[in-house]
């Protein structure tokens, strides 16, 4: 599919009438799609599980923050490729910071930036918080003719979100999230869903038992998970999608961020939260 042009504030204010950059959860749209601007590393289209809808990603970092976002508890909602409009306050704050404002190549018209997540937290008392994170390679800060135009860019980013009241604006790179982490949870994203006869609750607080049993003293993973499944009576692969679930459901407890998961590797120590995987069935019931 054709990626699109602005040439004029029709063009912005159409997209915008299409519901592009508007809406939450299943309903958000993002305003950049894969195909609208060139992608640094693979772009990629994935489905998500909190939010039930496609989202866009122009890098692989991008993805693997999504990963990041959809593992944690407090996060509700993703929303990638969010408009920052250029309103009459933001052309302001861009002249207060010595900034020219950007425009689209060739034009006059004032450009749409975009931050690259736009995050919904919940806290423990169920008040909900926006938080606002841009993801870019560190090699995008190395001395280049781009670097300052780069520097200037988020400074206006972060200046124009604080003015909306948004004040929890990060920088994410490579280097915040670690390669184990991205990798760790590559792989447990294939246990995302489950087979019917897996998702039965009995299944799976049986396996959680089996795996405390089993998870003691040094063992390779694939040696952990064979056992738990043989006394679940599942065949092994199915274990081991039930292993990448339970530890997405936060049922099986371990450090992902420092120690990659392997089949043939030892297994970390774990623990095990049975309450999880009850929580979890009681939602889907409702």
Request: overall charge positive; charged content about 20%.
């Amino acid at each position: 599919m054709r990626g699109r042009r602005f040439k004029t504030q029709t063009d912005i204010d159409r997209h915008i009438a299409h519901g592009y950059g508007q809406g939450d959860g299943a309903n958000y749209k993002p305003w950049l799609r894969v195909q609208d601007v060139p992608s640094q590393g693979r772009s990629r289209k994935v489905q998500g599980v909190k939010t039930g809808r496609l989202h866009e990603f122009l890098s692989e970092l991008e993805f693997g923050y999504f990963l990041v976002l959809e593992f944690s508890e407090q996060v509700v909602d993703i929303r990638e490729q969010f408009p920052l409009f250029p309103t009459e306050q933001a052309i302001d704050i861009a002249a207060q910071l010595g900034i020219r404002y950007p425009r689209f190549h060739g034009t006059q018209l004032h450009y749409v930036m975009s931050t690259d997540f736009m995050v919904t937290l919940q806290a423990p008392d169920g008040s909900h918080k926006l938080v606002a994170r841009t993801v870019k390679y560190e090699e995008a800060f190395q001395p280049s003719p781009d670097l300052k135009h780069t520097v200037e860019k988020l400074e206006l980013e972060k200046a124009i979100w604080h003015a909306q009241g948004v004040d929890d604006w990060k920088l994410v790179t490579e280097n915040t999230l670690g390669p184990t982490l991205i990798t760790n949870l590559i792989w447990l994203r294939k246990g995302k869903s489950l087979e019917r006869h897996l998702q039965k609750l009995d299944v799976q607080l049986q396996f959680l038992d089996a795996l405390e049993h089993y998870a003691r003293g040094e063992r390779a993973l694939s040696s952990m998970i064979r056992a738990a499944a043989t006394a679940t009576h599942v065949p092994y692969p199915n274990g081991v999608l039930l292993f990448k679930y339970l530890v997405l459901q936060k049922a099986i407890r371990l450090d992902i961020a420092h120690q990659a998961l392997t089949l043939g590797g030892l297994c970390p120590a774990l623990t095990i939260h049975h309450g999880a995987i009850s929580a979890v069935s009681q939602l889907k019931a409702a």
